[in-house]
């Protein structure tokens, strides 16, 4: 069967494009890996209508309401290989063995997280080690916070983070803030310790503390930091989409309907914005799901 429209990823973005496209009648087809960027939070907070929901009910309510529109269908599995067909239409391998072709695909498969190397970092992601203060930062309130420096936008992030709790900038060695950088901190009450942290202390998830290389241990409820980033999935490459770099990973690059420089080709969601939120990432899908219909109908060589 040729769909319109193959959605990779069924998350925040992609059932969100898949969405609009059901309801423009389209045939869409959703192929999602079920591997959510969140799923490592219990809760995710800021999602207007859904706040304090684990993702994957999230998900799933959202999923249910898009496979209940009669053109869509929902399949479990991983988009392997992408190929663009002869006809300016796509063909994809999927992992159950299927192949699948559409007029238009739309990527919105995400991004993966790389954790600093840390001793007790890896299994408190998510819980008490985080990225985001207002994904999370209110249930970690008027507690003692750290940053733990691993990228320049950390100067940034401890400036912020005083408006939840009393805040340490760990600078890991790795990063010195500059002279208005250093006002700014100071104006915010934030302490710089230049001691490496070492270890994360306490029953995993929770966190009581972190000790440094010199051996002190320092009280720290909550620990922000800003992981660099990276596609979740090699499709948009095969694909010869152009990336620009964004401010923690590449992003896939897309124009104001989310048309990537492959033609056919739509990106929605964290592969293909700075700024990385499930509202943001739903609004991109949006955004794709109007883009890739407007196209098909302006495709005369498809028109019935
Ligand atoms: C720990 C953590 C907590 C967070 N908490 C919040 C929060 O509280 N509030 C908030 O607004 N934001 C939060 N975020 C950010 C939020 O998770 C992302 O902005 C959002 O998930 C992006 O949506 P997306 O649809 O682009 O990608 P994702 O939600 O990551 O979905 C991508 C989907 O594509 C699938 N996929 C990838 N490759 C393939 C493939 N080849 N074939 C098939 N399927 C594929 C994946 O399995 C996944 O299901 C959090 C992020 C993290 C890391």
């Known amino acids: 069967m040729l769909h319109d429209v193959i959605v990779v990823g069924g998350g925040f973005a992609g059932l969100s494009a898949a969405m609009q496209l059901a309801r423009a009648r389209r045939r869409v087809l959703v192929?999602?890996?079920?591997?959510?960027?969140?799923?490592?939070?219990?809760?995710?907070h800021g999602f207007l209508g859904q706040d304090g929901k684990p993702p994957f009910d999230i998900l799933r309510q959202a999923a249910c309401q898009?496979?209940?529109?009669?053109?869509?269908?929902?399949?479990?599995?991983?988009?392997?290989?992408?190929?663009?067909?002869?006809?300016g239409g796509f063909?994809?391998?999927i992992s159950d063995g299927r192949r699948a072709r559409a007029r238009r695909l739309v990527l919105a498969t995400g991004v993966a997280d790389t954790l600093p190397d840390l001793a007790g970092l890896k299994e408190r992601?998510?819980?008490?080690?985080?990225?985001?203060?207002?994904?999370?930062?209110?249930e970690v309130r008027d507690r003692p916070l750290g940053v733990l420096a691993n990228h320049p936008m950390a100067a940034h992030q401890a400036a912020m983070i005083p408006d939840w709790g009393p805040t340490t900038l760990f600078t890991q060695g790795r990063f010195e803030p500059d002279e208005e950088q250093l006002s700014l901190l100071n104006a915010r009450g934030v302490t710089i310790e230049?001691?490496?942290?070492?270890?994360?202390?306490?029953?995993?998830?929770?966190?009581?503390?972190?000790?440094?290389?010199?051996?002190?241990?320092?009280?720290?409820?909550?620990?922000?930091?800003?992981?660099?980033?990276?596609?979740?999935?090699?499709?948009?490459?095969?694909?010869?989409?152009?990336?620009?770099d964004g401010p923690l990973g590449p992003m896939i690059r897309t124009d104001d309907w989310k048309a990537t420089s492959t033609p056919g080709v739509y990106a929605a969601g964290d592969a293909a914005r700075a700024m990385h939120n499930a509202t943001?990432?739903?609004?991109?899908?949006?955004?794709?799901?109007?883009?890739?219909?407007?196209?098909?109908i302006r495709d005369v060589q498809f028109a019935a």
């Not at 192929?31 to 995710?44: K, T």
């Not at 992601?125 to 209110?138: D, I, M, N, R």
């Open 31 to 44: 192929v999602d890996a079920g591997l959510p960027r969140n799923r490592f939070a219990e809760a995710s």
């Open 66 to 87: 898009v496979a209940a529109y009669p053109t869509v269908e929902i399949a479990r599995g991983e988009a392997l290989k992408a190929l663009r067909d002869e006809n």
């Open 91 to 93: 063909g994809l391998q």
């Open 125 to 138: 992601w998510g819980a008490t080690v985080l990225h985001c203060p207002y994904c999370h930062g209110y």
């Open 194 to 244: 230049r001691q490496p942290v070492v270890e994360l202390l306490g029953s995993a998830p929770t966190l009581d503390a972190v000790r440094l290389a010199d051996g002190r241990v320092v009280s720290i409820s909550a620990l922000f930091v800003a992981p660099s980033t990276r596609m979740a999935s090699p499709l948009a490459e095969q694909l010869g989409c152009a990336f620009d």
């Open 280 to 296: 943001l990432a739903s609004a991109d899908g949006v955004l794709a799901g109007v883009g890739a219909h407007q196209s098909l």
